[in-house]
């Protein structure tokens, strides 16, 4: 469904439309995708899927400026309970340095505040041009220096979203589409364990917008290989993932990671997963010491110790069934 938000007059003086258009809506399929036909094929399996069926329940909206009814500027969020990520901020070339894109994100700001949103993550590079854009609109680093940011318009969103108030109300999930920026929440905190997925290269405070969209095709067309599962709290948070990927041999690579609140009910979801019948390895920085101890718990072994080249240790664990 497509809705005009408004005009906003360039600075070469032209007029360009602004509207939103909420997916699914096959009657921009393929305007839509042949405009972000550029970006890599996790993102484009997205786009494509989005325009053309409901994915659970997430809410995908592309803002969009159009000259003359052609469609020269786009800017895309994915969200869930007021918590979405934004991406695929891109004006064609020759229309740049008009004022185009900073004329969308002010419409697309005022409508997500508009619905009551709380939280929009999004990645670029630190002190690009894109990066004083977004700062404009009332994004701020992550973590200083960092090209990953965050806007709220709640103070105390982490507190809130991340609020245990009763951990046994905790449930094991499987992985939905509208845990996306959830699963961002959860690998953006500044808090907790530096490794958070070995699999998917996940290190620090991060934005999971390519990676999700990995696990997810991962987990779709080939389960036999791909497993994960979710802790999701009373709040609606996700508080802790696990991920494993099981090659031929049946052997596995698990990645376990929680906020720091709710460790104590990872178990859940070793219980929960279809372990493979052959070795299992895990690795953790040194530093964890709640995870190390989850792992112990669970019968995984350690098996050795090394130092990256940044001077951090990495213990490699081991589980082997029966």
């Keep these: 469904m497509y809705t005009p938000l408004g005009e906003v007059t360039l600075k070469t003086g032209e007029l360009m439309e602004i509207g939103v258009v909420f997916a699914p809506d096959i009657d921009h399929e393929t305007e839509l995708g042949d405009f972000l036909g550029h970006k890599p094929d996790n993102y484009k399996w997205h786009v494509d899927r989005c325009l053309t069926q409901p994915l659970d329940l997430l809410e995908t909206r592309f803002y969009i400026g159009k000259l003359s009814g052609r469609l020269i500027t786009n800017i895309m969020t994915t969200e869930y309970n007021g918590i979405g990520i934004l991406g695929h901020v891109f004006t064609l070339p020759e229309q740049r340095r008009k004022g185009a894109c900073k004329g969308l994100m002010d419409y697309q700001m005022r409508d997500f505040q ?14 690009s041009a894109p990066y004083w854009i977004y700062h404009y609109f009332g994004f701020r680093s992550v973590y200083p220096e960092a090209g990953f940011m965050t806007y709220s318009t709640a103070p105390e969103f982490e507190t809130q979203h991340f609020a245990r108030d009763n951990a046994l109300a905790t449930k094991v999930k499987s992985v939905q589409w509208h845990d996306w920026s959830a699963l961002t929440a959860l690998t953006g905190i500044v808090d907790g364990d530096y490794l958070r997925s070995s699999t998917y290269g996940l290190k620090g405070p991060t934005n999971f917008e390519g990676g999700f969209l990995y696990l997810k095709q991962n987990l779709e067309t ?52 279809n372990l493979p019948s052959g070795k299992i390895v895990s690795q953790t920085e040194s530093t964890a010491k709640e995870r190390i101890s989850v792992l112990k718990q669970q019968g995984f072994d350690q098996l050795s110790v090394e130092t990256t080249q940044e001077g951090q240790q990495i213990v490699n664990f081991q589980y082997q069934r029966g």
């Design 114 to 127: 508009d619905r009551e949103g709380r939280m929009l993550y999004l990645g670029t590079g630190y002190d």
């Design 222 to 273: 080939d389960p036999q290989h791909h497993q994960s599962r979710l802790l999701q709290s009373e709040t609606g948070a996700i508080v802790a993932f696990l991920i494993l990927q099981i090659d031929e041999e049946q052997n596995g690579q698990l990645d376990l990671f929680a906020h720091p609140d709710f460790w104590d009910q990872t178990p859940k979801l070793i219980a929960a997963a």
